[in-house]
């Protein structure tokens, strides 16, 4: 299996599995908590068979990835995706994040740039900053992922179930726009997750990232369901858009929070349209 090394903990190192397939421009698939990168099956293929290079990769402690103690902050997890983008020697990337995979995406357009990059897709964002604070009233109280974070100490699966039933809003959309199988399938993924990086990726969800967003100078398409039980939209992607100058908002009517699989149609047509389009000049 193909790794990179980003890190070392003691004398182990600190490597990132990744998939690397095709040939073509490249498109950098970043997956969601709790979960790694199997779970882009259904944009893998497409994206593939349209002639695109697809590389998906698992973010540290998550998959097949090394699981350390530390590192689960988005300075870390952006510095990690610029290890796979310089060794791979990535050029003209189509970035693509799903729900915590967003946060890399504008972290790292924010920090390295976009030398590398052509677009980017936010799928499901975390931007632009979820905790309620004094000049961020419409964020979150912290009282909320105090609670995540002792349902996660206490019982790690069972919050896992939890996460789930959101995700996908499965007591609405069970035997329709997900099955029991590929719920229980995606369960399985973030059980197989690093106890202490899902814990800590908590904290990562409180990334202020408004200060990220005046520099992405590249084309940015965001696309969310309304009825999003875990990145509420009114409070991350129908705001962020009007903060990313030229940025293109599509709104899945009715879709939860785990779009890439319960409304992929929908998300591959977006992303298909977007990275199709002719070059626009960068702000």
Known sequence: MPFVTVGAENLAPIDLYYEDHGSGQPVVLIH?????????EKQAGPLLQAGYRTITYDRRGFGNSAQPATGYDYDTFSADLDVLLTELNLRDVILVGHSMGTGEVTRYLGTYGSERISR??????????LLKTADNPEGVEQSLF???KQAIVDDRFAFLTSFCDNF????????K?????AYRAHWEIGARGSAIGTLQCVDAW?????GDLPRIDVPVLIVQGDQDRVLPFPATGQRLQ?????????TLKGAPHGIPWTNATEVNKAIMEFIGQPAMART
Request: aromatic content about 16%; charged content about 15%; cysteine-free.
């Open 32 to 40: 969601g908590f709790p979960f790694n990168g199997a779970t882009w």
């Open 120 to 129: 980017a897709v936010l799928l499901a964002p975390l931007a632009p900053f």
């Open 146 to 148: 105090d609670g995540f």
């Open 168 to 175: 996908f809003n499965y007591d609405q959309n069970k035997g």
């Open 177 to 181: 726009l997900v099955s029991e199988e």
């Open 206 to 210: 409180l990334t202020d990232f408004r």
């Open 242 to 250: 009007p903060m990313l100058n030229g940025s293109q908002l599509v």
